[in-house]
Nanobody, 123 residues
Framework: VQLQASGGGLVQAGGSLRLSCAASGRTFSNHVVGWFRQAPGKEREFVAAVTRGGGSTYYADSVKGRFTISRDNAKNTVYLQMNSLKPEDTAVYYC?????????????????WGQGTEVTVSS
């Protein structure tokens, strides 16, 4: 599975962005997909994840109620809709795919990673 993240950019606080993670490979629908982010000088952290069929979603407390993850397996794409953005959301956002449905908030559970897309939220 190869992943391509896109949709990042510069936005003012309170604004919205939608990130996309496009995947190649016929087994995409068999993988959990997650979004992680890494801010300068900080460790990579979990943001959101969606299970194989899209029936269950998980969020970090810091984004709950503001971000929505979804997937369209017919298009091999996962989306992260980000609303009410805050300056502390500034980071490089990475999408990842993994075969395991356990501990999906942990980066080591993911087998494939995209290259990252940068999000900057100005105050």
């Amino acid at each position: 599975v190869q992943l391509q993240a896109s949709g990042g950019g510069l936005v003012q606080a309170g604004g919205s962005l939608r990130l996309s993670c496009a995947a190649s490979g016929r087994t995409f629908s068999n993988h959990v997909v997650g979004w992680f982010r890494q801010a300068p000088g900080k460790e990579r952290e979990f943001v959101a994840a969606v299970t194989r069929g899209g029936g269950s979603t998980y969020y970090a407390d810091s984004v709950k109620g503001r971000f929505t993850i979804s997937r369209d397996n017919a298009k091999n794409t996962v989306y992260l809709q980000m609303n009410s953005l805050k300056p502390e959301d500034t980071a490089v956002y990475y999408c990842a795919a993994g075969a395991s449905q356990w501990d999906i908030t942990r980066a080591h559970q993911y087998d494939y990673w995209g290259q990252g897309t940068e999000v900057t939220v100005s105050s």
